[in-house]
Each structure stands twice: as structure tokens, then as C-alpha cells.
């Protein structure tokens, strides 16, 4: 293994897309993203990385750019956040379809409006649907993990999809953390070359992105939609390959003290590492209390999340965004919906907290326990979700 | 929470008070920056103008310009980043009674907003668009733009710039614009005359003005914030019509100012209302 050294989790990022060897880097700025795309156009001035970069004229174009040398073979980065993933959308579904690898790092920040530059998910529960594989990351060394696993999963030849490795804006990107970097030897190990399944070459002309009519589209979205459900051995190969390399296990839901706990907290990202702590702290209280982290969203682990959440009676849902008009947010949403079938289904209570960067500390997590605790078992309309903290 | 209470009044009041909101002082523009300057001559033609300042908007995109629309104490319209001619459009085609400011920066304009700008000048929508060019993304710490000067260095070109940059008097010709200018913001006083004038006149008018970014492009650049105001003085020349394409801004050589293009030509509601609104 590499060495370990404290540094700002953007910079963290930017140097594992280094050592992973991308060749093009096509991003338009915006923050928190800027610090990991300034390193990389860095890094490749300076000579560190054989790399294009890109500096398009807006993120439309960076994932058109993106599109355009993953179609050719190229390993493929970008970077971007919240009115900038918004505005890739229409490429961002594209890419999916079109089975190109690209890697994004997603760095978590509120949709407009109002203006808010800090941290929440509206903006990666907004392409929910876009067939990407999605991932959520709790800390630094996650981030720098999770790169290298992002292109080894993406440009598997089983795999063939798009990634985006979800790091929450400012909360994880500007904070300076310990990181293990991986050393050159477990790269080479870990991430093999890319070896893309079609590509346009002269020598063997293919056409993407061509009319699809009514007769063969369906037939498509269930090729994409199976291939990102067959993704997940891939995905949790890769899991383990990286723990046999660096001794750090990661799974499609992480649990901690959550066998036998009455109460599960479910979070992603990074406001796991608070919860945990309220875990702790209410356990030494004498609850029954235990926490779920959801790492992989899509392809959703249906099996492995209902197998961690089995025996509990109430799941403490922490969504970061706001599905409007509909059950509260959208993760809990879907929990209700993956449970409906279990024989004893849990209860679900849905907090919707840290919106755009509101922060949120162990004690109001500890609050959310108490409150849930007092509220029915049974399933009513009324629990469907709670705006923590809102001033009314 | 709590509301604070008004704080009294300092006395004597700034004279643009009555156009700003002075809530929302202090701004945001750094020691050095043009900005403000731009924001005050625009607010100084808009009085000057005799313009029904209760039927004018003021629209910005996203970036240090974009916070203009917040600053301003008219109807304004702080739009996502690069529409802000497209907001001005759909509130002059729907009340053509309105007089519309764009007051937005390089990046928002002419990168990811370039395609709008082009597409307003051509049509000819009545609106005055006020482009602050200070050759960089100022806002999120000094990245290359689409006016960035080749070989200059940002912190996305660390090298240097290997594009060239847009030369936005040609680019406004090109595309239609019946008013097109340039200034820096040390000609203050040719600036709010510009502005002025584009409030008082029909058509797609365009004002460019250069201005400094000491923090994010003057220090990566080696250009001290003096030496910026100098170089706009001593490297600039006016000549009022010169020809578009020899208007590149190399301060090397000279950076030529003045005012482009004066033409009259229908503007899109009034040939609209002719084809569709036969009274």
C-alpha cells in the first residue's frame, strides 16, 4: 500500500483519477467541483498525467465531450454538481444507453432554487433513472477507493456503463482528511487497461446513437435496464478484489450494530459518520438502535438490503432531498416500497434533514430517535415524512 | 427566527441609494474589481435615461456580475447560469412595455449562455445587454473562459491558454446587434454615456466592458491591480466605428474602445406584431 497522507478530500480524488490514468478530462467549473478539476488540469500540466483536458464552454458539452472520447476508447473523467448535472441531463441519459464508461464524481449540492451552493442530493436524486451506477462515499479514503473502483466496475466488459461516485459537497470535498493512496503496483493490479466491448473505429465501423422505432425500443431499455441489474457481481467482485488488496471491505449496505436493533437508521453519504456516533451514544443509553448506509443506489441490492434490515421494526429513513408533491423523499419512497412484501414490514419514518448544507449534529439525530419512538407503529398517513427542523 | 430590527439610516445617503438595495451591502466584489464601477454607471444612466425605472428589469446570470439583478433595487430577474438573455426575452416578448438590462459577466454570455447572446442579436429583441469582461470565471476561482487571452494563464490553463479568445464586438456585429461598443471601466463616464444611450434607443444593443480581476486572473497573470487601470489608459484607443474584426483585445498591441455599430432595424416585436397582431 501507498503512503498515508492528510490532504483535502478534492485533491484526494484528483490524484486517484491520476494513478488511475485517465486520457480525457472534459468539465466546465463549478463549485464545490473546482478544486478536483483544477488539481487534475495541474497535474496534467505539469506532465504527471498523459491526459486531454478539456475546458468546455459548459457542462452540456463536457458530457457530449465525455461521450465523444469514451466512444473512441479513451478513459473518460468528469466532475460536476447540482445546476451543472442539471444541464447534462439530456447526455447523461445518453451515455447510459450508449453503454460508455464514463466516471463522474458527483460533488452533492442543492438544485436551484433558491441559489444554494451547499450540500444536499436534489441533484443526483433528480437522474435517479438515468441507468448510471451509483455509489455513495462517507469519507475521504472512500473517495479515493472508490475512483479506482468507479473505472474498474464501469469499463468491465460485463459492465460497459456509465459510474458516479456521489461525494457530498464541501461536507467531504473541502475538508482535509487521512488518505491511504494506493501504490502503483495495486493500480496495475486492480484496474486493468480499457478494453472497450464496441468502439468507433475505422477498422470496424459501428454507428451509435442511431433511431430506435417502436418495434426494437422496448427491446433496448430491457437490455439496459438487465445490464445494469447484472452489473452488481461485477460490482461486488470488484468490492472484494480491493478488500484482498487493501484490507478495507465495502458492501452494497454497510450496517453497524444493526443485528437485532429494534430501530435503523438508513443514511448515504456522509452524514453516516454523525449518525454512527448518535448510535453510540444512544446504545450506551440502553436503545435498541442500529444504522444501515446505503453505498450502492443503483443498481438497487434489493437482496442485501432486505436481509440487513430483517428482524427490525422501525427504519429511520434520512432522506437529503425533497420528492415534491409525493411521499417525502425519494429514498424512503423507494425503502417503503422494497419492504412491502416482508412479512412484519417495518415501520418507515421519513426525516428529510440537511437541506442545502443546514447543518445537522448528533444531537438532532438523537432527536429524530426520540420522536420517531413516540410515533405509532402502525402505518399512517400522517407519519408518510417529517421536514426536520423546519421553521413553520 | 427573529427579525432584526432597521438599522437607522447613515446620513448623508450615498445618491444611487434609491437603486440598490442597501440591505444587501455589503457586496460581494473584491478590493480591486471593476464591477462595481460598471454597476454604478449603469445605475447612473438608468437615472440619467428618464427611463420609467418602475417598468425596467434588470436580468443577471450566474458569476460576480450576476449578482448586478440582486443588487438593484428594480424589478430583477437573478437567472441560472448563462439564460439570462432568454428570462429578458420571454419578459420583453410578454410585455413589450418593459425596458430590459442584461447586466451579466464573460463566462455567462458568451460560454455556456453564447448560444442565446447570438440568437437575440439576430432577432433583434429590444434589450440592452451590458457584458462586465474581466477574461475569466472570477466567481469560482479564476478558470479559462471564452474571452480568456491566448497564452494566459487561469487555473485551468496552468501553461497558459492554448484557444483564442472571442472578439465580442465582432461576435455582436456578426450576429445583428444594431448597437455594439466597447469600454473599460476606467472610462466611467463613456460607459454610463453608452448605457444611456442603448436605454434610450430600440433595438439589441450591446455594451462591452473590460475590467479588472486582480484576485483570480491579474495575480495569476502578473498584472498588479494598478498596472491593469494604467494599461487601460495608456493601451487603449478610441476610434467610434471602427471595423469589427480588428477588434481583439491584445494589450500587447492596442485595445481599440469606442462605438461599433449604430443601425436601426425593426426590432422582433414590432415586425411580430405587424405579422401576427393586425389590429
Avoid at chain 1, 67 to 86: D, H, I, Y
Avoid at chain 1, 327 to 352: C, D, H
Wanted: charged share 20%; proline share 5%.
Amino acid at each position: 500500500m501507498g503512503e498515508r497522507v492528510g490532504l483535502e478530500v478534492s485533491i484526494a480524488a484528483a490524484e486517484a483519477v491520476k494513478m488511475a490514468n485517465v486520457d480525457v478530462i472534459a468539465a466546465y467549473p463549478i463549485t464545490p467541483q473546482t478544486h478536483i478539476v483544477e488539481h487534475l488540469a495541474e497535474v496534467v500540466a505539469d506532465g504527471e498525467l498523459d491526459a486531454e483536458f478539456i475546458p468546455v464552454e459548459s457542462e452540456h458539452s463536457a458530457m457530449s465531450v465525455c461521450c465523444g472520447s469514451s466512444a473512441v476508447g479513451a478513459r473518460t473523467f468528469t466532475c460536476t454538481s447540482s445546476q451543472g448535472l442539471a444541464l447534462m441531463n439530456e447526455i447523461v441519459f445518453i451515455t447510459a444507453s450508449m453503454r460508455l464508461p464514463v466516471v463522474m464524481v458527483l460533488a452533492n449540492r442543492s438544485l436551484s432554487g433558491p441559489l444554494s451552493i451547499w450540500n444536499d442530493h436534489s441533484d443526483v436524486m433528480s437522474i435517479r433513472d438515468c441507468g448510471w451506477i451509483q455509489v455513495f462515499v462517507e469519507n475521504g479514503q472512500e473517495v479515493f477507493d472508490h475512483i479506482m473502483f468507479a473505472f474498474r466496475v464501469a469499463e468491465s466488459q460485463k459492465v460497459s456503463l456509465p459510474l458516479i461516485v456521489n461525494v457530498d459537497g464541501f461536507i467531504l470535498t473541502h475538508v482535509i482528511e487521512p488518505v491511504e493512496f494506493w501504490d502503483a503496483e495495486t493500480v496495475k493490479n486492480y484496474l486493468p487497461p480499457f478494453k472497450p466491448v464496441n468502439r468507433l473505429h475505422p477498422d470496424n465501423p459501428v454507428t451509435m446513437g442511431a433511431f430506435g422505432m417502436p418495434g426494437i425500443y422496448t427491446e433496448t431499455r430491457k437490455a439496459q435496464d438487465s445490464a445494469l441489474i447484472e452489473a452488481k457481481p461485477e460490482i461486488l467482485k470488484a468490492w472484494q478484489e480491493m478488500a484482498d488488496l487493501t484490507g478495507r471491505h465495502y458492501k452494497p449496505v454497510e450496517s453497524y450494530h444493526a443485528e437485532g436493533a429494534e430501530t435503523l437508521f438508513l443514511t448515504m453519504g456522509s452524514i453516516g459518520e454523525t449518525v454512527s456516533v448518535a448510535v453510540d451514544e444512544l446504545r450506551a443509553e440502553g436503545k435498541s438502535v442500529g444504522q444501515l448506509s446505503l453505498r450502492l443506489w443503483r443498481p438497487f441490492p434489493f437482496e442485501e438490503f432486505r436481509q440487513a434490515a430483517a428482524g427490525a421494526k422501525r427504519i429511520i429513513v434520512l432522506d437529503r432531498a425533497v420528492s415534491m408533491g409525493g411521499q417525502g423523499g425519494p429514498v424512503a419512497t423507494e425503502i417503503r416500497s422494497v419492504l412491502y412484501k416482508e412479512k412484519n414490514m417495518p415501520v418507515v419514518t421519513n426525516f428529510l434533514c440537511g437541506l442545502a448544507g443546514r447543518d445537522v449534529t448528533v444531537e438532532d439525530y438523537k432527536a429524530m430517535f426520540e420522536k420517531a419512538s413516540k410515533m405509532s407503529k402502525r402505518r399512517v398517513r400522517e407519519e408518510d415524512y417529517i421536514l426536520y427542523g423546519v421553521r413553520e | 427566527m427573529a427579525v432584526q430590527a432597521k438599522k437607522a439610516p447613515i446620513e448623508p445617503k450615498h445618491p444611487l441609494d434609491d437603486l440598490i438595495r442597501t440591505d444587501r451591502m455589503p457586496h460581494i466584489w473584491c478590493p480591486g474589481c471593476g464591477i462595481g464601477t460598471v454597476f454604478s454607471s449603469c445605475l447612473h444612466a438608468m437615472l440619467a435615461s428618464g427611463i420609467d425605472l418602475d417598468k425596467t428589469v434588470m436580468v443577471s446570470g450566474i458569476g460576480c456580475s450576476g449578482r448586478g439583478a440582486g443588487y438593484a433595487k428594480v424589478d430583477s430577474f437573478h437567472t441560472t447560469h448563462g439564460r439570462a438573455i432568454p428570462f429578458a426575452t420571454g419578459m420583453k416578448v410578454a410585455n413589450p412595455d418593459l425596458h430590459m438590462i442584461v447586466f451579466s459577466g464573460d463566462g455567462d454570455l458568451f460560454a455556456i449562455g453564447g448560444n442565446h447572446f447570438i440568437h437575440a442579436a439576430r432577432r433583434n429583441i429590444d434589450m440592452t445587454v451590458i457584458c462586465i469582461n474581466n477574461l475569466n470565471y472570477g466567481m469560482t476561482g479564476g478558470q479559462v473562459a471564452a474571452t480568456t487571452p491566448s497564452l494566459a494563464r487561469t487555473t485551468t490553463t496552468p501553461l497558459g491558454n492554448p484557444d483564442s479568445p472571442f472578439n465580442l464586438p465582432l461576435l455582436a456585429y456578426a450576429s445583428g446587434a444594431t448597437y455594439v461598443a466597447r469600454w473599460t471601466m476606467l472610462h466611467t463616464r463613456e460607459v454610463t454615456d453608452s448605457i444611456q444611450t442603448c436605454l434610450t434607443r430600440k433595438g439589441f444593443s450591446f455594451v462591452e466592458v473590460l475590467a479588472p480581476c486582480p484576485v483570480n486572473y491579474g495575480r495569476r497573470n502578473k498584472e498588479r491591480p494598478l498596472d491593469t487601470l494604467k494599461m487601460y489608459q495608456d493601451k487603449t484607443i478610441i476610434k467610434n466605428g471602427a471595423n469589427p474584426a480588428e477588434l481583439g483585445v491584445d494589450f500587447k498591441k492596442r485595445v481599440v474602445l469606442g462605438t461599433f455599430v449604430d443601425v436601426e432595424r425593426p426590432t422582433f416585436t414590432e415586425t411580430y406584431d405587424k405579422l401576427y397582431h393586425k389590429e
